[in-house]
């Protein structure tokens, strides 16, 4: 797969409303998402939807391990649960259950297919998509490809 570009990145906090404060108000981000609920908070790095931060309070990202996920063409996104198994390696969906087709994230909307590396750090391969944004579809949840198709496709 040819890679494009570092889509997005996240890094563990331990309080997350002062690290909120410090990336909006120091560093003067542009807060995508928050989800207190889940100690998880996204900041668009740049233009929305062209780079993104995440903040994890503790506990959810010991879970996760480490993440990074690469900005890659549709084309290459929707080849890769294929690629992948090619290569040994076990194309998953964001909540870890292994697919054969990307995800949808509606609210950003950007589809993704994640795996895991040697060291069970978390890969995503990411493609933004043109559509706009669909957060009633779900903020925290994913879609399925096939089940977006439909979404887009009727209206």
């Known amino acids: 797969m040819q890679v494009t570009g570092l889509y997005e990145t996240h890094l563990p ?54 993440h990074i996920a690469f ?20 194309p998953r969906g964001f909540s870890g259950e292994e697919t054969d087709e990307p995800v949808v994230l509606p609210w950003v909307p ?10 069970r750090h978390s890969l995503e391969y990411l493609s933004v998509l043109p559509e706009r944004p669909r957060p009633e579809l779900g903020i925290v949840s994913t879609i399925s490809w096939s089940e977006w198709r439909r979404v887009v496709t009727n209206g």
């Open 13 to 66: 906090v331990t309080d997350l409303d002062r690290s909120v404060a410090f990336y909006r108000d120091v560093v003067g981000l542009q807060l995508a998402q928050l989800m207190p609920e889940r100690g998880i908070a996204f900041f668009w790095i740049g233009a929305p939807r062209q780079a993104m931060l995440g903040l994890w309070q503790s506990n959810p990202l010991l879970r996760m391990h480490l």
């Open 71 to 90: 900005s890659v063409s549709l084309e290459e996104l929707l080849a890769a649960p294929t690629t992948l198994r090619r290569a040994g390696i076990v």
């Open 110 to 119: 950007a589809a993704s297919v994640f795996c895991t590396d040697p060291d």
